[in-house]
């Protein structure tokens, strides 16, 4: 099993869109989007940033072979005084490939990607509490936990709460 990692370019923007939605069916307790809110979109806004290739807003994917098996995205601050950190958003892996470093590094490559530019000074990333894959990912590539928002997503009658962790630029440069 050869795994590869890149960033997705505008002629893959169905394959992205399909494991987005994917991943929201799969999981709808882990993310703050909704399967039905995102179906319902004629586009994407990741599908807009693949199409402009724009190195601000980008997704990169995991590949086996010539097959998407898992995403996970950069979006970069726009105001002047935020421009120096971004967000990992969209982190995911299929089911089958758990436990196969696969995501370990997808996120590696994102944050890599993200630091290419040297401008960017810091990285912040959320996840639901009680994901403990996800908590256990992100603990060990270096991001250090920073806040917890209560009750931060509603769905129905059932609260979520929400996770906050940053990784700075020496501290990634330090790890690798």
């Known amino acids: 099993m050869e795994i590869t990692f890149r960033k997705l370019v505008a002629n893959e923007t169905l394959i992205y869109r399909s494991l987005r939605l994917e991943c929201l069916q799969q999981f709808?307790?882990?993310?703050?989007?909704?399967?039905?809110?995102?179906?319902?979109?004629?586009?994407?806004?990741?599908?807009?940033?693949?199409?402009?290739?724009?190195?601000?807003?980008?997704?990169?994917?995991?590949?086996?072979d010539d097959r998407l098996i898992g995403i996970?995205?950069?979006d970069r601050q726009a105001r002047n005084k935020t421009k120096h950190r971004?967000?990992?958003?969209?982190?995911?892996?299929?089911?089958?490939?758990?436990?196969?470093?696969?995501?370990?590094r997808l996120l590696i490559t994102a944050i890599h990607s993200a630091f290419s530019n040297q401008k960017i000074e810091q990285i912040t990333l959320s996840f639901v509490e009680g994901?403990?894959?996800?908590?256990?990912?992100?603990?060990?590539?270096?991001?250090?936990?920073?806040?917890?928002?209560?009750?931060?997503?509603?769905?129905?009658?059932?609260?979520s709460n929400q996770c906050f962790m940053k990784l700075e630029r020496s501290e990634f440069e330090g790890l690798i």
């Open 72 to 74: 996970c995205g950069f």
């Open 28 to 64: 709808p307790e882990y993310f703050g989007s909704t399967f039905e809110e995102e179906n319902a979109s004629t586009k994407l806004i990741f599908e807009k940033y693949m199409e402009e290739g724009n190195p601000d807003h980008f997704m990169i994917g995991a590949f086996d």
């Open 131 to 159: 994901n403990a894959s996800a908590k256990k990912l992100y603990e060990n590539i270096g991001f250090e936990h920073y806040g917890k928002i209560k009750n931060y997503f509603k769905s129905k009658n059932h609260y």
């Open 86 to 104: 971004g967000e990992i958003v969209q982190m995911y892996v299929k089911a089958e490939y758990a436990n196969k470093k696969v995501g370990a």
